[in-house]
């Protein structure tokens, strides 16, 4: 067996165990946790991708009346809020059903999309993070490509989510 086959029985290892556990056991058994972790989970897509499209908009041109760093000072707040509440959200419904999950081909995109997601807006608060004052003027080749990357990559995540139920 190659290291693959490896990390794919540890992992279904691992989500069997997280799924028997009582805690997972009381997610699925109670009339009112499971259905609040989903509806945490649509309130966190919501506050993480609304934001994050709206400034990325932004920094490709729409709505130029709108400071750039002004509009990233107010945004930024909500996207990290969506981005917690999703994490936490997340975890519940992973621990409730994770066998089916992570052998779920649409599941594994969403969470590879999710952490480009993520990584694509700490690089781009690292490499910009002093320079948006001047973005109004227009922004630079680098920072519009990772502004559409960033809505191709949030969109996937989220059209991903929707679509594991189907596979």
């Known amino acids: 067996m ?3 086959a490896d990390a794919t029985g540890w992992l279904a290892a691992w989500a069997a165990a997280l799924e028997a556990s009582g805690f997972a056991f009381m997610l699925r058994d109670s009339s009112w946790v499971y259905p609040l972790a989903n509806l945490g989970h649509i309130v966190g897509l919501c506050l993480l991708v609304g934001p994050i499209v ?3 908009l ?4 729409v709505g130029r009346g709108v400071p750039v760093a002004a509009l990233s000072r107010f945004l930024t707040p ?3 809020a969506g981005l917690l509440l999703q994490i936490a959200s997340g975890a519940l419904l992973l621990t409730a059903d994770a066998s089916a999950l992570v052998g779920n081909p649409v599941f594994r ?3 590879v999309l999710f952490a480009l997601g993520v990584a694509n807006a700490l690089l781009f608060r690292r490499i910009w993070r002093g320079a948006l004052e001047r973005w109004d003027d227009g922004p630079p080749a680098l920072g519009r490509a990772q502004a559409a990357a960033s809505i191709a990559i949030w969109f996937g995540a989220a059209i991903s989510g929707r679509l594991i139920a189907y596979f």
């Open 78 to 80: 909500l996207a990290v």
């Open 54 to 56: 709206a400034l990325d």
């Open 109 to 111: 995109i969403k969470m």
């Open 2 to 4: 190659g290291h693959g």
């Open 58 to 61: 932004r920094l490709l041109g």
